[in-house]
C-alpha cells in the first residue's frame, strides 16, 4: 500500500496557478460607469451570450445605468419586469449623483426582484453574473446590484433512473441545485434542516450544498465535512464523483465510503437517520455520509413495503452479494480441487459437461466473465437502436452456440449468468462494481489454491472492512463492533412502530425517533375484550 | 463518537474462540481412553486456577500489560530477559500452529501442493492481520463469532441426529482408575489448550470500556471448556477410544462419518474452513502478542517487527522434519516441560514478587 501512496502523491506541491478573475484578490469597484463597463468587456470578452445594456436617452451620452448579465442564465419575463422598473426609475430622477447610499437604496426598492444584494468588489460582480444574476451599475457608485432572475433551459423533474422502486415517491434529482434542495424542503419542513455553502473549482465554481438536520447528525461529522470540502483546491468539480474521491476516508480502498443517491426520499430518510447529504450543482447525485457497508443493501423501498417482505428482500440481496463475490471462485474450487465435495451424481453430470470443454476451469470462468463483462459494457455504451442486436449476439452466440460448439461448458454459462444477475441485485451501482473487480481476484486464488486460496483471499478483505471507517463510523457497524440497537434496521427491517431510536454512532444528540406505545391501537377489538369483563 | 475503543464484550469472543482455535483439531487425553472428558475436565479446572492466577496479576495493575508487568516487577534486565522468553514463546506458538496449518491442508485440501507455499500465504496473510493491530482482530473475531458458533452447532446436532453416536464407548468410567487421567491431564491438558490464556495478559489492559472484566472472562471460560469437553469426547464416543487416540485428525474423522438424507454429506469440507479459522485466530493472536512484546523491550513500532518476525516464524514452522516429529514436540515435550515454565512457573513468580513489593495500606 505504501509504494501505491508514494505513487499517488506527487513529489513536490507546486502552487496552482490562479488565472480565474473570480478567485483572485478583490478590488472595488470603480464609481465611473464606463470604466466599469470597460472592465467588464474586457474580462468577458466578446461571448455572444454576454449582454451590457446602457439605459440612455440620447444615442450620443452613455446613460446613467447599465445593466450586465449573460442571456442564458436567466429568465426573459422577470428581466423585462425589471427594465420597466428601471427605466421608470430613471426617467423619474435627473441625477444619481447627489448622495450614494439613498441613491442604491432608492433603486433597491423599486426592483421587483426578491433576492437582491448589494456587491462591492470587482470579482464579486464578475462571479454574479457568471451565476446567473443581472448585475445593475450606476454611474458615480462604487457599488453595484445584483438581482437574481436564474433562469434557462433546466430538465424536469423526473423518475430517477437508477435505484427505482416498486412503491414510493417516482421523482429523482435532476441537474438543478436549487430544485434538488426544494425537492428536499417538501420532505423535510422543519428550521432544523440546515444548509452550508460553498463555492468549489477555480474554474467551475461549482456550488457544494451540505445538508444535516441540526440535532440529528452529529456535530463532529459536520465539522469533518466542512474541514474536508474546505480543503479541496482544485480546478474544476463537474460531478459528485470529484467530491466523493476528494474527501472519502480511505482514498485507495476498493469500498465506496460515501454512498450517493437520486432520490430524495433516500436523501431526508438518511438525513433523519442523522447522517449529513452533500448536493453539488450539475448533477441528480448526492452524496450521504457516514455511511456503513449495509446500507448499500438497503433501497428507500425497504422502509415502504412491509416490513417483512423488506426483510426478506434484505436477506435475499446479501445472498446475492455473497453469489456475485464467491460463486465462480467457488466453482472453479470445487470443479478443479475439491470433486468429492460433490454429491456422485452431480459430479458425473459436470464431468461429462466438462469432458469436451478445451480449457481448463479457471481459463474458462475468466473468459467467461471477461466477455459478460465486455456485453455489459457495450449495453451501456452503445446507442439504444442497437439494443436487441447486441442482446440477440449476447444470449445465442456466446450462450448456447458456445456450448452447443464445445468451447465452453453448460454449467460455467449458468454460472457466470447466475453471478452476473445476483450482482444487479445489489442496490447500490459503486459496491456492485466493487463485487465485480473483487470476484476476480478471487477467482485467481481459487484457481491457485482452491478453498484454501478463497479464504486467504477473504481473509485480508474482511480485516480491510473491519478496519474501514467512514466519517469516524466503523463500516461494519452493527456487526461490528456489535450494536444492539442498530439491529432493528440491519438484515431485517423492524415494523415502523418499534423502530423506537435511531442509529447509535451514527445520529447525534437527539436520538429517539417516536413516543412510546405506538404499537397499533385497535379499539374495536379493545372494547369487545373488554365486554366479558363489564357483565361480570 | 470514539468507536475504537475495546470492550470488554469483544475481548471476550475473542478469547472463546483462542481456546477453541485448533483444539478442535486434536483429540485431548486420549491416553485416559474412554475417560478422556474427566481428563479434559480435570485440565480445564486447574486451567481454571492458572486463569485465576493471570487475571489476579492483571488486577493488582490493571493498566499495565504482560511485559510491562514484568519490567516493572523484575528489574530491567531480568524483565527484558523474561520478556524476550515471552516473545521467544509466542513466535513459536504461532509457527507451530502455522506447521498445524500447513500439514492440514495438505493433508485435507490442496494434497499436490507444496507445503512451503501453503505456510509462505498463510504467514503472509497473518502477517496482514497482524499490521491492523489487536483492537480490529477483536472485531474480526466479533464477525466470525456467528460463523463458528453456527457450524459447530450443525455439527453438534448432526453428528447425534445421524445416529452416529455409541454411548457404551463411555463406559467402563475408570477403568483403570484415576492415576492414567490424572498423568495426562497434568500436565499436558493444562499446558495446551488451556494455559494459553497466559497470552491474554498482554490484551487485557486494552479492554476498557464494559463491565467486570474477571468475572466475564471466568464464565467465558467455563462455557468453553464444557465445550470442548463435549466435543473432544464426541470423537470417542463416535469413533471408538482406539481408533480415536490413534487417527491424526479425529474430529475431522468423525465429520466425514456425517450423512443424511444425500444432501448433508461431505461437511469435512466446510468445518475445515472453520479449523482454518481458529488456526488463523490462534496464529495472529500470538504474533500479535509477540510484536507488542518486541515494541515493549525495544521501543520501535510494534508495525516494524511484523516482516522480521513472519521470516523467523516462517522458518521455526519448518523445524520440524515430518509432522510426526513435529507432534511429537507439540503433545510430549512442549506440553511437559516447555509450556507450564511460561503458563506457571514465570506467572506465579510474578504475583509473589507483586505482593511482596506491594506498597502497604496504613
Request: some cysteine; glycine content about 6%.
Amino acid at each position: 500500500m505504501h509504494w501505491m501512496k508514494t505513487i499517488l502523491k506527487p513529489a513536490k506541491r507546486r502552487p496552482l496557478k490562479n488565472t480565474n478573475p473570480i478567485t483572485q484578490t478583490p478590488e472595488p469597484i470603480n464609481s465611473s460607469l464606463p470604466h466599469t463597463l470597460t472592465l467588464l468587456h474586457k474580462i468577458l470578452g466578446d461571448s455572444p451570450d454576454f449582454i451590457m445594456r446602457n439605459f440612455s436617452d440620447s444615442p450620443s451620452e452613455p446613460g446613467p445605468i447599465a445593466i450586465c448579465y449573460i442571456e442564458g442564465l436567466i429568465e426573459q419575463n422577470l428581466l423585462s419586469d425589471l427594465m420597466e422598473a428601471l427605466i421608470a426609475e430613471q426617467a423619474s430622477k435627473t441625477s444619481f449623483t447627489s448622495d450614494v447610499h439613498s441613491t442604491i437604496n432608492a433603486l433597491k426598492q423599486k426592483i421587483p426582484t426578491g433576492n437582491i444584494k448589494i456587491i462591492h468588489a470587482e470579482n464579486q460582480m464578475i462571479a454574479a453574473i457568471l451565476a446567473g444574476n443581472v448585475v445593475i451599475l450606476v454611474d458615480g457608485v462604487q457599488v453595484a446590484l445584483a438581482a437574481s432572475i436564474q433562469g434557462g433551459i433546466r430538465r424536469a423533474v423526473e423518475e430517477p433512473t437508477t435505484q427505482t422502486v416498486i412503491r414510493g415517491p417516482k421523482e429523482g434529482f435532476t441537474e438543478e441545485l436549487s430544485t434538488n434542495i426544494t425537492l428536499l424542503r417538501r420532505k423535510l419542513r422543519t428550521p432544523d434542516l440546515k444548509f452550508a455553502s460553498r463555492n468549489i473549482g477555480r474554474y467551475t465554481q461549482t456550488r457544494v450544498v451540505l445538508a444535516y438536520i441540526e440535532g440529528l447528525a452529529q456535530p463532529e461529522v459536520i465539522e469533518e465535512a466542512k474541514k474536508r470540502l474546505e480543503s479541496i483546491d482544485t480546478d474544476s468539480i463537474l460531478e459528485s464523483g470529484y467530491i466523493e474521491e476528494f474527501i472519502q476516508d480511505a482514498p485507495l480502498s476498493p469500498f465506496p465510503t460515501l454512498l450517493n443517491t437520486e432520490r430524495p426520499d433516500t436523501v431526508a430518510g438518511s438525513l433523519l437517520d442523522g447522517q449529513i447529504a452533500i448536493f453539488i450543482d450539475g448533477t441528480p447525485f448526492v452524496l450521504l455520509a457516514p455511511v456503513t457497508f449495509i446500507k448499500f443493501f438497503h433501497s428507500s423501498e425497504d422502509y415502504y413495503q412491509r416490513y417483512d417482505i423488506s426483510s426478506f428482500l434484505r436477506i435475499i440481496r446479501l445472498f446475492s452479494f455473497l453469489i456475485a463475490l464467491l460463486l465462480p471462485s467457488l466453482y472453479i474450487a470445487i470443479t478443479t480441487f475439491h470433486q468429492e465435495m460433490l454429491p456422485t451424481t452431480l459430479l458425473i453430470t459436470l464431468a461429462s459437461q466438462r469432458e469436451g470443454t478445451p480449457f481448463p476451469a479457471l481459463l474458462e470462468a475468466l473468459i467467461m466473465e471477461l466477455i459478460f463483462e465486455v456485453i455489459r459494457e457495450a449495453g451501456v455504451r452503445m446507442p439504444r437502436v442497437i439494443g436487441p442486436a447486441i442482446s440477440i449476439v449476447g444470449a445465442l452466440v456466446i450462450g448456447q452456440a458456445a456450448v452447443q460448439a464445445g468451447l465452453v461448458s453448460a454449467a460455467m454459462v449458468i454460472v457466470v449468468s447466475f453471478t452476473a444477475i445476483s450482482n444487479f441485485v445489489i442496490p447500490s451501482f459503486n459496491m456492485a462494481s466493487t463485487v465485480r473487480l473483487i470476484r476476480f481476484f478471487l477467482m485467481l486464488m481459487a484457481g491457485m489454491l482452491g478453498l484454501f486460496g478463497i479464504l486467504a483471499g477473504l481473509i485480508p478483505i474482511l480485516f480491510h472492512l473491519v478496519a474501514l471507517q467512514s466519517f469516524g463510523v466503523r463500516y461494519l457497524t452493527p456487526f461490528a463492533p456489535f450494536t444492539k440497537s442498530n439491529m432493528k434496521d440491519f438484515f431485517i427491517r423492524v415494523p415502523w412502530w418499534a423502530m423506537k431510536t435511531r442509529p447509535n454512532g451514527i445520529s447525534g444528540p437527539n436520538k429517539t425517533r417516536q413516543a412510546p406505545h405506538q404499537y397499533p391501537v385497535n379499539s374495536a377489538k379493545k372494547e369487545r375484550c373488554d365486554e366479558p369483563n363489564k357483565q361480570k | 463518537m470514539n468507536q475504537n475503543i475495546t470492550r470488554v464484550s469483544e475481548l471476550i469472543i475473542c478469547l472463546v474462540l483462542f481456546e477453541v482455535g485448533s483444539t478442535t483439531l486434536f483429540l485431548l487425553g486420549g491416553e485416559a481412553k474412554q475417560d478422556a472428558w474427566l481428563a479434559v475436565l480435570i485440565g480445564a479446572l486447574l486451567g481454571l486456577f492458572l486463569l485465576l492466577l493471570h487475571l489476579a496479576i492483571h488486577r493488582q495493575n490493571p493498566s499495565l500489560d504482560l511485559f510491562l508487568l514484568f519490567r516493572r516487577y523484575m528489574g530491567k534486565y531480568l524483565g527484558t530477559c523474561i520478556n524476550l522468553m515471552f516473545v521467544g514463546y509466542f513466535t513459536y506458538e504461532t509457527s507451530r500452529n502455522l506447521r498445524d496449518l500447513g500439514e492440514l491442508t495438505v493433508m485435507t485440501l490442496l494434497n499436490q501442493t507444496p507445503m512451503w507455499i501453503i505456510i509462505l500465504i498463510t504467514i503472509l496473510v497473518i502477517s496482514n492481520n497482524v499490521r491492523y493491530g489487536p483492537e480490529i482482530f477483536f472485531l474480526i473475531c466479533v464477525v466470525l463469532f456467528p460463523f463458528m458458533l453456527f457450524t459447530y452447532m450443525v455439527i453438534g446436532i448432526l453428528i447425534p441426529a445421524s445416529g452416529l453416536i455409541h454411548y457404551d464407548f463411555m463406559f467402563p468410567i475408570l477403568e483403570n482408575g484415576l492415576k492414567p487421567v490424572l498423568k495426562t491431564a497434568i500436565p499436558d491438558i493444562v499446558s495446551f489448550p488451556f494455559g494459553q490464556t497466559v497470552l491474554f495478559l498482554v490484551f487485557y489492559p486494552l479492554a476498557t470500556k464494559g463491565r467486570n472484566l474477571s468475572r466475564a472472562v471466568i464464565i467465558s471460560y467455563i462455557v468453553v471448556a464444557l465445550f470442548l469437553t463435549l466435543f473432544n469426547q464426541l470423537n470417542i464416543l463416535v469413533l471408538g477410544p482406539k481408533i480415536a487416540a490413534n487417527s491424526t485428525l479425529p474430529l475431522l474423522e468423525t465429520v466425514q462419518l456425517i450423512q443424511l438424507a444425500e444432501v448433508f454429506e461431505r461437511m469435512d469440507a466446510l468445518f475445515i474452513m472453520i479449523l482454518f479459522l481458529g488456526l488463523g485466530i490462534k496464529m495472529t493472536a500470538f504474533f500479535n502478542g509477540a510484536v507488542i512484546g518486541l515494541e515493549r523491550i525495544t521501543g520501535v513500532r510494534s508495525k516494524k517487527w511484523i516482516l522480521p518476525l513472519g521470516a523467523i516464524i516462517l522458518g521455526l514452522s519448518f523445524l520440524s522434519p515430518n509432522y510426526t516429529y513435529h507432534m511429537e514436540i507439540g503433545r510430549v515435550v512442549a506440553v511437559k516441560y516447555w509450556w507450564p515454565i511460561f503458563q506457571f512457573v514465570l506467572p506465579l513468580l510474578l504475583f509473589v514478587i507483586m505482593l511482596i513489593r506491594k506498597p502497604k495500606k496504613k
